[in-house]
């Protein structure tokens, strides 16, 4: 039998309605609106995704930073969802960029902005900035501003981008994203094993 489609669908309410419906309760329509972004990404079968469902994840994600423009882990849950799984690189980047529009200070996000610029974009110099933003913040890894050197003097080098999805990984919780990464992470990395076997036949 073919594979059925989730019929989960959240229903999609814009933002600024949901900050005049939920008055002083805005966080937790912010948390109830998390759950059901939680919910649809869970839900989704890897073999029926459709593009549609990406832009519903946005528009939960999108909501969720409407109602609470604070809540740094649904900026970062849904970049890296978009990027990583789904290779929605303008629509991950538009979360991201909301989240600095916000002023979160959370070395994560243009991070994350660094990351899909250096390995979904291959514009090297905006993720070299992005990263520069990212060391700036307190809390941040202190190998940035020498990834972000690397940036500069290599470009596409596959170690960059093995450092670099190693950070995506640390930067979310979620086991799913995490397997994913993972397996890139190991792509490149047996990429890079066999270039060495034919140099040296």
């Known amino acids: 039998m073919p594979a059925r489609e989730s019929a989960y669908r959240p229903s999609l309410v ?4 949901l900050r005049f419906i939920a008055l002083e309760y805005k966080e937790v329509m912010a948390d109830t609106t998390w759950l059901q972004a939680v919910q649809f990404l869970g839900n989704r079968d890897k073999a029926l995704r459709k593009k549609q469902d990406d832009q519903v994840l946005y528009d939960l994600i999108n909501r969720v930073t409407d109602l609470d423009a604070r809540f ?12 990583v799984l789904s290779d929605e690189i303008n629509l991950s980047n538009a979360l991201l960029q909301k989240g600095i529009k916000n002023n979160i200070r959370n070395w994560n996000i243009p991070f994350l902005l660094a ?18 933003l990212a060391s700036r913040i307190e809390g941040s890894p202190p190998y940035f501003p020498f990834l972000a050197a690397r940036f500069y003097a290599k470009g596409g080098d596959p170690q960059t981008a093995i450092l670099f999805l190693k950070g995506v990984y640390l930067s979310t919780k ?3 994203m995490r397997e994913k990464i993972a397996e890139r992470i190991a792509e490149i990395e047996k990429n890079l094993d066999l270039g060495k076997e034919r140099g040296n036949n």
């Open 174 to 176: 979620d086991e799913k």
């Open 14 to 17: 814009s933002g600024s309605l």
């Open 72 to 83: 740094e882990y649904a900026y970062i849950f849904g970049a890296i969802s978009l990027s």
């Open 115 to 132: 990351f899909n610029h250096f390995y979904h974009l291959q514009d090297y110099s905006k993720a070299a900035y992005y990263i520069n």
